[in-house]
Nanobody
Framework: QVQLVESGGGLVQAGGSLRLSCAASGGTLSQYSMDWFRQAPGKEREFVARIVWSGSSTYYADSVKGRFTISRDNAKRTGYLQMNSLKPEDTAVYYC????????????WGQGTQVTVSS
């Protein structure tokens, strides 16, 4: 059973940066994409970014495109979300999730890490 653990959240001023990590343990994520989602208070959880297993393709929500960068190190079984030029509207709990190639549902979720951006 794979476990995902996020880290790197915190409080930052608008315009600042944070790097989130998502460490996998307990199994392999071979052929899994790694995605990031976020959920702000009172709002639905929303997709932020995705990176495929090989790292050759990435996808971003329009709201973060050009500011966030997703990456992964399969040898370390860790994914990353570099967040630059943060805005107060980026405040949310950020979750990583893993989805097997060809499967529509997410098999593994992390517990989330809080990101708070002050104005």
């Amino acid at each position: 059973q794979v476990q995902l653990v996020e880290s790197g959240g915190g409080l930052v001023q608008a315009g600042g940066s944070l790097r989130l990590s998502c460490a996998a343990s307990g199994g392999t994520l071979s052929q899994y994409s790694m995605d990031w989602f976020r959920q702000a208070p009172g709002k639905e959880r929303e997709f932020v970014a995705r990176i495929v297993w090989s790292g050759s393709s990435t996808y971003y929500a329009d709201s973060v495109k050009g500011r966030f960068t997703i990456s992964r190190d399969n040898a370390k079984r860790t994914g990353y979300l570099q967040m630059n030029s943060l805005k107060p509207e980026d405040t949310a709990v950020y979750y990583c999730a893993a989805r097997r190639l060809g499967v529509s549902s997410y098999e593994y979720w992390g517990q989330g890490t809080q990101v708070t951006v002050s104005s």
